[in-house]
């Protein structure tokens, strides 16, 4: 049950597809969609559990006409991946950006979604929204109340504003475009044309079964790019599911997170409840950002994105 200020238009009609991995659980995709009907949408499937490839929803070919599909259904109004896993980066070529833009669409997802939404970013300039996904949220055997909300709030509210408790932060105000997610897909995009070049931006990152070691790494990637020097901020997200050893010798995730402060020129926000976590809040990639943070956790407002139509 959604809160009583969260309205979803009537007729609003979800279009399913996998852009990368395939439903591990068959069951997973019809909770989903039962959920998605529940709430009073309409969803069209472009994903077939027979046509599989690999570890893949279907053959690239397949998964790229999909999307283009989704895109061109004048009666969808939200494009949702399946699930991540991996697959996006072998579609990018074969993507039309200045019809997915010109669609309208909003293009849901997180993780390898990530390539997605940095592309269409960079091809573009038209957002995308970092959210739940199908099997991981829709699909789960007990959705988050917190990821529902968030999602459907963002689909239908002009403005969002997160506020977290989280000790360490710098002090600071800072506007921008806010943009990012997945860091290792983030970093995979360097030096190609699906990254986006943000000057004044405000960088969200999360990652998953990354040891601290090799975020560490990914984040001076960014800093040697001149990446980070062009953001007024950089929010972290969820980093976890990594396991450390003896081998580290007392090197953990808050260890380099201080050698990250030290080194790194943007200022590094931590607490973002985005990542692969179970209460997630969805963000528009692409949108703007107003940040507040001091030591004991920060305010982000956020505007200037899409939403659907009135209910």
Known sequence: MLPSDIRI???TCVAIVAPGGYAPDEAAVERGIALLEAQGCKVKSYYDHSARHQRFGATDIGRAAHIQQ???????QIVMALRGAYGVSRILPALNYRALAASGKF?????????LHLALLAQTGAPGFA????CS????????????NSFWRTMTQPTQTIKTVSAGNPT???SGMLWGGNLAMIVHLLGTP???QVDGGILFIEDVNEHPYRVERMLLQLEHAGVLARQKAVLLGDFSNYRLSDYDNGYNFEQMLAYARQHLSAPLVTGLPFGHIPDRVTLPVGGH??????????????????????A
């Open 70 to 76: 989704a895109a061109a259904d004048p009666e969808v």
């Open 131 to 134: 959210g739940p996904m199908l």
């Open 289 to 310: 950002a107003e940040l507040q943070a001091d030591e004991g956790g920060f305010t982000l407002t956020l505007s200037g994105y899409p939403t659907l139509p009135a």
């Open 194 to 196: 699906y990254f986006p």
């Open 107 to 115: 293009f849901i997802g997180y993780s390898d979604i990530t390539a």
């Open 172 to 174: 600071l105000k800072a």
């Open 137 to 148: 949220d829709f699909g789960t055997e007990t959705p988050s109340a917190m990821t529902m």
């Open 9 to 11: 238009p009537p007729g």
